[in-house]
């Protein structure tokens, strides 16, 4: 059974800087390209970022390019969200995607942890 | 970027009753030399994260209730619950992963009526 497994979310500060991890089960991580999607309370689904299954190409969103850093462990199947500057806007439930470049669509996703950023 | 773009925002359906969801983009998302739709559906309960229902604008993912189907091609696609059931109370979204940057729909808000 697949599982992603976010943590690190929490109430930051403008300016502020967190790394969200994702620990991933149940599938070889090094065979799957991974993403981030956010969801702003209320709101829609938001793609942030996509790295390859062998972690040496990285896509941005435009919103988030430069100040957002995606890599990976896969010695311990962990997926990273570097997360810089942190803007108001930023706030969101980030979850963890199994899926993007050529594993295509969203297949699995984690239950999200919650980056909250205010002063 | 592509937009996609979906109609209704909401629609209140009837148990039993047949719901449609409509999903426009922006530029064709079918990919020529393989004649696949890169449009996927997906389903959101409150409090929980989206599940995949399509992929590939009308494959039903496994375990996925075959009420549910999807058509379209190029730019027009569609969800279809032929029979609404209380558990399918959700918001459904299109996305396409024609583009590296994938987009979604604005999401549509499908209740009982």
């Known amino acids: 059974e697949v599982q992603l497994l976010e943590s690190g979310g929490g109430l930051v500060q403008p300016g502020g800087s967190l790394r969200l991890s994702c620990a991933a089960s149940?599938?070889?991580?090094?065979?799957?390209?991974m993403s981030w999607v956010r969801q702003a309370p209320g709101k829609g689904l938001e793609w942030v970022s996509t790295i390859s299954d062998s972690g040496d190409v990285t896509y941005y969103a435009d919103s988030v390019k430069g100040r957002f850093t995606i890599s990976r462990d896969t010695s311990k199947k962990t997926l990273f969200l570097q997360m810089n500057s942190l803007r108001a806007e930023d706030t969101a439930i980030y979850y963890c995607?199994?899926?993007?470049?050529?594993?295509?669509?969203?297949?699995?996703w984690g239950q999200g942890t919650l980056l909250i950023v205010s002063s | 970027d592509i937009v996609m773009t979906q109609s209704p925002d909401s629609l209140a359906v009837s148990l039993g009753e047949r719901a449609t969801i409509n999903c426009k983009s922006s530029?064709?998302?079918?990919?020529?030399?393989?004649?696949?739709?890169?449009v996927a559906w997906y389903q959101q309960k409150p409090g929980q994260p989206p599940k995949l229902l399509i992929y590939w604008a009308s494959t039903r993912e496994s375990g996925v209730p075959d009420r549910f189907s999807g058509s379209g091609s190029g730019t027009d696609f569609a969800l279809t619950i032929s029979s609404l059931q209380a558990e399918d109370v959700a918001i459904y979204y299109c996305?396409?992963?024609?583009?590296?940057?994938?987009?979604f729909g604005q999401g549509t808000k499908v209740e009982m009526k």
């Open positions: 995607v199994k899926g993007g470049l050529s594993s295509r669509w969203a297949a699995y």
């Open positions: 530029q064709s998302v079918l990919y020529s030399s393989s004649n696949k739709n890169y």
């Open positions: 996305q396409q992963y024609y583009a590296i940057s994938w987009t």
């Open positions: 149940g599938f070889t991580f090094s065979n799957s390209a």
